[in-house]
C-alpha cells in the first residue's frame, strides 16, 4: 500500500498561482507513473496532468501553457505548478500513483485549491 500526502492548496485570486505537492510512501517511487486529477462539484474527475516514470508528461488542453507537472524521485514527490489560475481550475485535486503492470492505483486524500474572481 502506498500512501500519498498532497499539499499546497488553498484560496487564490484568479491570475495567481500555486504549487502543489504530493509526497509518496514507497520505496520504488521512480517506477510508478504519477498523475494529478481535479474535480470541481457536480463534475467528474479529469485527468489534469501526468508524467511517466521515464519523465514524459501530458496535459489536458485547459492548462496547457500554465501548469507544469515534476517529479523529484529522490523526495518521493510530484509537483503541480498552477500559474494564470482561473475560476474555473476550483476543484479538489487529487494525486495518483500506478504501475499498470502491477495492478497498483493509489490516491491521496485531495487537496482544495479555490479561485476567485
Known amino acids: 500500500q502506498v500512501q500519498l500526502v498532497e499539499s499546497g492548496g488553498g484560496l487564490v485570486q484568479a491570475g495567481g498561482s500555486l504549487r502543489l505537492s504530493c509526497a509518496a510512501s514507497t520505496s520504488i517511487f521512480i517506477a510508478y507513473a504519477m498523475g494529478w486529477y481535479r474535480q470541481a462539484p457536480g463534475k467528474q474527475r479529469e485527468l489534469v496532468a501526468d508524467?511517466?516514470?521515464?519523465?514524459?508528461?501530458n496535459y489536458v488542453d485547459s492548462v496547457m501553457g500554465r501548469f507544469t507537472i515534476s517529479r523529484d524521485n529522490a523526495k518521493n514527490t510530484v509537483y503541480l505548478q498552477l500559474n494564470s489560475l482561473k475560476p474555473d481550475d476550483t476543484a479538489v485535486y487529487y494525486c495518483?500513483?500506478?504501475?499498470?503492470?502491477?495492478?497498483?492505483?493509489?490516491w491521496g486524500q485531495g487537496t482544495q485549491v479555490t479561485v476567485s474572481s
Open positions: 495518483n500513483a500506478r504501475i499498470v503492470t502491477l495492478n497498483h492505483n493509489y
Open positions: 508524467i511517466t516514470s521515464g519523465g514524459n508528461t
